[in-house]
């Protein structure tokens, strides 16, 4: 997790009296804690001071069910998804259309085509949100929220938030909704819980919300609450952004790709070097522009290699990616693990010369068997496992 953080008026101790010096509801002239955890109450966790009681509700409503479908009949090969030509639909929660799933997550794009106007809360995962494309603000229970092209916004579970963008038509979305916390992989903090000098990025790298967005209003406001597959609607009498402060260590956050600090070598350094942020059952890593490798004989794209115990997922955000070819951006690779993979045909000689890649893309790499959708099935380059056949006969 990121650092300890704050935002608004707290009392001097936890679990004490915040007097509400006149602004008080039922009469009780303290405002109410309520604590937000993370793995029951091992981990971070974060203490909020809200107006009125967050437990208030007139209404709860079954309102649906999403479930996540393998395609049939998909043979053990490398898949090539163009889901930069998905068409535009719903708005930032409505608009995900699941792409591929495991027991730890869910990928998902979206590419929206109207804003979020109603409150929405995920009970049961986090999600990582990767701006592809947009830009704007998440209004969240902990506050306002900037986001911009290239961040990772990790929105921990049961976090209620509102995507407002500046531009809905811009909208680009690749979500990883996990089931477990996502973090900062232990081995880049030290024994004092700081970053170590080295590591790609440290605390400056990361942005919390900026500022409270209290609202005091006896006002109806539902959320639309996911948890796994089932979708409930609650009404509240209030508007549950009626926090007054809180401090801890779990609270959204962005990270951009663009500030991850990549490391070369002489020769080819392997992803473990370009980790990001870790969970259960897989790792995310970020493949920034850098500096290639500078052996006078170094082979600058990685070598053919069989991603044993794994499923490799690459998801191609900008630039011309070395190892590639044909590619577009807004596409995922998916290399399962079990067969080898490696650079096109062509792409070693051309890289000879290179000294430089400004490519980016972000990768995840999974323990368990990635499903693949049928919605993903759909957006499925046929020619793409043949690819290194097919290349190789016109280089
Ligand atoms: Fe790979």
């Not at 590591?199 to 919300?209: A, I, K, L, N």
Request: with cysteine; aromatic share 12%; net charge negative.
């Amino acid at each position: 997790m990121p650092n300890y953080r704050s935002l608004g008026i707290l009392p001097p101790k936890r679990h004490i009296h915040l007097e509400a010096n006149g602004d008080s509801f039922l009469g009780e002239n303290m405002y109410y804690e309520h604590l937000i955890t993370t793995c029951g109450f091992d981990r971070a966790y974060s203490i909020l001071y809200h107006k009125r009681p967050p437990t208030r509700n007139t209404k709860i409503e079954r309102v649906g069910t999403t479930k996540i479908e393998e395609a049939p009949d998909v043979p053990l090969q490398h898949l090539h998804l163009k889901s930069g030509e998905l068409g535009r639909g719903g708005d930032p929660i409505s608009g995900r259309i699941p792409m591929m799933f495991n027991d730890d997550l869910v990928c998902w794009r979206c590419r929206p085509e109207k804003e979020q106007t109603e409150l929405y809360r995920n009970g049961a995962a986090d999600e990582v949100i990767f701006i592809q494309h947009g830009s704007g603000y998440f209004d969240t229970l902990f506050g306002k929220l900037p986001y911009q092209r290239g961040d990772y916004v990790i929105m921990p579970r049961t976090t209620t938030y509102r995507m407002v963008s500046d531009d809905i038509d811009r909208e680009d979305h690749m979500i990883l909704e996990t089931f477990s916390s996502v973090r900062i992989p232990e081995r880049y903090q030290n024994a004092d819980g700081q970053m170590y000098l080295g590591v790609p990025y440290y605390e400056r790298d990361f942005h919390g919300p900026t500022e409270l967005n209290t609202v005091d209003e006896e006002v109806e406001t539902t959320i639309l609450i996911k948890d796994h597959e089932r979708w409930t609607r609650v009404t509240m009498p209030h508007h549950p952004f009626d926090v007054v402060g809180w401090d801890g260590f779990s609270y959204p956050y962005t990270f951009n790709a663009w500030d991850f600090e990549p490391l070369t070598g002489t020769t080819h350094l392997p992803p473990p070097f370009q980790q990001t942020f870790e969970a259960r059952g897989f790792v995310i890593c970020t493949f920034a522009p850098r500096h290639l490798d500078h052996h006078p004989k170094a082979i600058k794209v990685p070598y053919v290699h069989s991603n044993v115990e794994a499923d490799e997922v690459l998801f191609y955000v900008d630039g011309e990616f070395g190892s590639r070819k044909g590619v577009d951006l807004g596409s995922f690779t998916l290399h399962p693990g079990g067969i080898p993979h490696g650079p096109h045909p062509g792409t070693i000689m051309k890289s000879m010369d290179m000294a430089k890649t400004e490519e980016m893309a972000v990768m995840f790499d999974t323990d368990r068997k990635l499903y693949l959708t049928p919605q993903a099935l759909e957006l499925n380059d046929p020619h793409y496992p043949l690819s290194w056949m097919e290349e190789a006969q016109t280089v």
